[in-house]
């Protein structure tokens, strides 16, 4: 009965869109509450994990609200915060939001399209790929610390030395984010600072204090007023930008999908170099489309016929649950991403509206209060006071890189980096040299 | 080409060496990354020190509030004026400050080097966004938009369009006295001069030779940094080669253009193919469980063409006739007509991006002799022809 199952799919749509507008929460949260749903309410296996996989498509697509309007970013959204936070001050938020969604849409337009020749390519990639998996991502983290240049705007000293010192404040910056990051990723990921109980909530509170807070904070300190909302039915952008911008996104997206520990912030610069993305409205659905490929990607790798790769917080939990067994599931779950992605769109349109509606007018400050609160709480709920203790520790790493206008990503590469290491042979070497092993 | 590129181009050269492959698979080595890492340190040579150490004659900061572009042009034709009047092979600099304004708004201006007339053109322009995205509203007033200065030298500059200096950090000129007594206009001097010479990745290889003990660590880092030129000289600047011997920065062979999208996502394509290509390869010589033989059964060449060559046939048919299409047409929106000031800054802000996609078509460029673009082509193509034939047994 395939309907049914598609009904499950949109149920977890309206689920995820719920639970979507709750600043601060990570599909790894989804997954804990995954475990909630399996035990309070016993059902077709099959149809739970179709559930997941609407709630997770909702994610994808309704998760940037709360970027454009609340600034409360995370890795993956990290990456068109700039641009749709510009568009809210200047009255477009919800076109920003508008622009974003068929971004996830053109995502899930290119996930479908390329499912039918998923199950031979996906296979002969991971094969060939897999025993080189240690140098690519030490090769990912080269690059992305390499390629960062100095953000001094034309240093205006008189001497050499003046110019080099001012050029490489940020860089500088940078570095230390990556340093202190790293150290981070040696403590936390090798003795979770969470209860027990808590333990696959471990990484939330570093990703709410590396991205969500400080972004918080600084609207926080800016004290804007939120103008008056142009709820139009105009998107003022070009098929070019559309097109570059989605597959961009979608490259990106599903590389980190496919990689272990990449992640959609990183995967989406990779990309976006890769392509020459330009321009606010091409880093917009880039930023989007990636997310979706990221999020939805993964989970979409779990049940791929002859892959089966399980990557992601979802994918994870839901191989508790259920493994995927004949082809006729994988196509379920195409058609469930399919109905689940425009209904979620549908939804975010609809919550895009209303946001704008009532928040013009509304202090800024008293927004990102707000906001704040409501991520302690959850960081508190997920994680306890232990979690809210790492995330403080995260906050003031977070907050490098927008005082020394320094890469945010440096962060994500820094905390995984003793993974890389490990991957590589190298960690005991690096714990050795650090005097910790 | 832009640093993802260079840094994938230097990755692929270090995959076809057999030892360094077989290393990472037994071993997990990481020394392949070298070949990226110095396939993109040219550019962080010269980004990250040799732009703070140029020196600069004139300064151009002008007040973002009270913008004269006549004093702008003055100073500029008198530089050129100077460097008339200097020994061949000698140079004036003058560097030009971006104008931040704002988190994210900048005063931006245009100078214009024009040939025909003789002179030196600055136009204010409206604020803009780092992206270059235009305010309405913040055009100067047309009597305090544009500045003119005449200059004495004959000129030579290939750049062919004017530079406009908006966000990140400002361009500088050199001015060059060439022997015929011409001035010839030098862009961003600093660049792709001994950063980006054969000589200093022949140190640095023998640097990497003697500290591993490894010739092939050596040549990897060699190739990454060569191909780091050869790609370079396929675009409008070339490159010091054999500094200190050689003074100055060749000229490009015009072949393509470093910011094109399509040409960078090709190049980084075709990369990930061949990396692919060799993975497969090398896998085969440790494990069958890495390797996929209806690959390896199917050859080098037709591989090659149906990997690469066809999809890339197809999308490079579709990226010329779009922008053929687009060419001499304002660009439109897909929902609705441009209305009000918001549908025109989206737009203006597109034609900008669009004006520098194709200034490559400008008519007046000078293109090298054909024969100095077949030669660079077939550096290119013989190099890989070589790491294809001896990287197994390397």
Known sequence: MPVVYLIYALVGVLFGGVLSILPGLHPLNFAGIGVFVYLTFPMDPLGLALLFAGMLVAYAVIGTITTTYMGSPDDSTMYMAFPNQKFLVYGRGHEASVITGVGALGAALLLILIAPISPTLFPIFRKITTPHMGWILIGVAAYLLQSEWPKDWGSRAKTRLGRLKDGWASLSAGWLTFILSMLLGFIVLNTPVTPADRAFQNIMPVFVGFFAVPWVLTNLVSRATIPKQHIGKDMYVRKMDLLRGTSAGFLGGMFAAFEP???????????????????????????????FAYYVGAFFLFWVPLLHLTRGGMAWITSVVYQPRAESDFWLLVSAIAVSAVAAFVLMYLISRFIARIISGFSYTKVSLGVLVCIIALVYGFAGIEGLILMTICTGLGLIPPLFRTRRLNMIIGFFFPIFLNMCGLRADVLKVLGVY | ???????????????????????????????????????????????????????????????????????????IAAEIDAAANLQPGQMRKVKLHTLKIGPDLWQSYAINFNKAQKQVEVRVGPHVTMSGVPVFGTEPPAEKAVGVAKFKPKLIETYGRPTEIKGFSGPSFGFLKRKDGAVEVVFIPFHRQWAH???????????????????????VIFLGWFMHIVLDSFGHLGNNLFWPITKHRTSGLYLVSAANPYWNAFTVYSCIAIILWNMNMYNAEVSTSYTVPAISSLGLIPYLFFVIAVPWSIIGAIYYWWRQKTKEQKPYEIFAPPEGAVGLVATEGMMGMMEQEHYYEIEEKPKPHILWRIMGVGVFVIIFAVLFIFGPSW
């Open chain 1, 261 to 291: 520990i990449v992640t959609a912030g990183v995967g989406g610069v990779l990309a976006g170099h890769s392509t020459g993305t330009q321009g606010d409205i091409q880093f917009m659905v880039s930023g989007a489309a990636g997310r």
């Open chain 2, 1 to 75: 080409m832009r640093g993802v590129t260079h840094f994938i181009m230097g990755i692929t050269v270090a995959t076809f060496f057999k030892s360094l492959m077989v290393g990472a698979l037994l071993e997990d080595w990481w020394l392949i990354v070298l070949g990226g890492i110095f396939g993109l340190l040219p550019d962080t040579l010269d980004f990250k020190f040799a732009v703070y150490m140029e020196q600069h004659h004139t300064v151009i900061d002008p007040n973002p509030y009270d913008m004269r572009p006549q004093e702008i042009a003055e100073k």
């Open chain 2, 197 to 219: 010479s054969l000589t200093l990745g022949i140190v640095f290889a023998l640097l990497g030779w003697l500290i591993s003990g490894m010739w092939q660590l050596g040549a």
